[in-house]
Nanobody
Framework: ELVESGGGSVQAGGSLRLSCAVP????????MGWFRQAPGKEREGVAT???????NYADSVKGRFTISKGNARNSVYLQMNNLEPEDTAMYYC???????????????????????????WGKGTQVTISS
């Protein structure tokens, strides 16, 4: 299970940084990222990064959020700036193993047009933005 930290409550315009680490027993990871789900809304991909450091962002967070690899193996950060009330949600760290021809994006892990989702999920960390 993935271990997340860094959620909390801030006012609009503020910043938060989420962190996530993959347990050693899981082994090599190809893609890591963050999904979120707000009450009454569908779950959506926020940002992903693969082992080549290629990144992918949801349109709603481009220019405000930055995903990056941590120094520790299989770890990732999500720096969230200029937060908006619409960013309020449970944020989940996600990870996927490599598959031949895999492509990592906010839609999940896909191969040849088929979406496999993500292999591993964290329990989630709450982010609440007040106006």
């Amino acid at each position: 299970e993935l271990v997340e930290s860094g959620g909390g409550s801030v006012q609009a315009g503020g910043s938060l940084r989420l962190s996530c680490a993959v347990p050693e027993w899981i082994g090599s990871i190809y893609c890591m990222g963050w999904f979120r789900q707000a009450p009454g809304k569908e779950r959506e991909g926020v940002a992903t990064i693969n082992w080549s450091a290629d990144t992918n962002y949801a349109d709603s967070v481009k220019g405000r959020f930055t995903i990056s690899k941590g120094n520790a193996r299989n770890s990732v950060y999500l720096q969230m700036n200029n937060l908006e009330p619409e960013d309020t949600a449970m944020y989940y760290c996600v990870a996927a193993r490599w598959r031949d021809g895999a492509y990592c994006s906010t839609a999940g892990l896909s191969v040849g047009g088929r979406n496999y989702g993500m292999d591993y999920w964290g329990k989630g960390t709450q982010v609440t933005i007040s106006s």
